[in-house]
Structure formats: structure tokens, C-alpha cells
């Protein structure tokens, strides 16, 4: 059974930095793209940013960039998400997907990992 499962995520004041991890069980992770999704509570869920297959091109929202960096490694099957210069509006909760390549519909999602930026 192919799964994406979230780690890294938590409370992080704001200004802070985390790490999430996106890690692939039952597939091979270099044969999809992975895109980061986000979720606040009452808003629809939005991308973040997305990483093709080979790593090779990498797309940010408008309110992530300079800040957000994506990042694979195959060997280790995960994609990572870092996150520095948190802001309370980052609050969310964090989903990964899976997808023939960045902008394709999405094959399958992970469950999620909760970020809240608060003082």
C-alpha cells in the first residue's frame, strides 16, 4: 500500500524555523512529484510549494518565498519542507501529496502534521 506520511511538525514561536519531512512506504518516492498543501482552520487548503521528480523544479506560493525552501532526497524516499521566519498566519495544519508532476492531480495524500506559530 503506497503511503506518504508527515513528520516534523509542532509549536513554534514566531520567527522560529521547523522542518517537515514528507516520507513514501510502498513506492518508489522519485518516480512523483510531492507538493506541500496547507489547511488553516475555517480556510480552504491552499499549495505551498511543489518539487518535481528529479528535484529539478521547484514552485513556492507568493507567501512562502524567501522564506519556505523544498528539498528531496531519494535515497532516503522524503521530501522536506523548511520553514524559517514562521509567522502566526503559517498556522496550519500540513499535508503532502503525490503527482505525476507539479500542477497534475493529485495521486494520493499524506494525513497531515500541525503547525501552529504562536507566542
Known amino acids: 500500500q503506497s503511503q506518504l506520511v508527515e513528520s516534523g511538525g509542532g ?5 522560529g524555523s521547523l522542518r517537515l519531512s514528507c516520507a513514501a512506504s510502498g513506492f518508489t518516492l522519485d518516480s512523483s512529484a510531492i507538493g506541500w498543501f496547507r489547511q488553516a482552520p475555517g480556510k480552504e487548503r491552499e499549495k505551498v510549494s511543489c518539487i518535481s521528480s ?3 523544479f521547484t514552485n513556492y506560493a507568493d507567501s512562502v518565498k524567501g522564506r519556505f525552501t523544498i528539498s528531496r532526497d531519494n535515497a532516503k524516499n522524503t521530501v522536506y519542507l523548511q520553514m524559517n521566519s514562521l509567522k502566526p498566519e503559517d498556522t496550519a495544519i500540513y499535508y503532502c501529496a503525490a503527482a505525476f508532476r507539479c500542477g497534475a492531480l493529485i495521486d494520493f495524500w499524506g494525513q497531515g502534521t500541525q503547525v501552529t506559530v504562536s507566542s
Open 11 to 15: 509549536l513554534v514561536q514566531p520567527g
Open 54 to 56: 528529479s528535484g529539478g
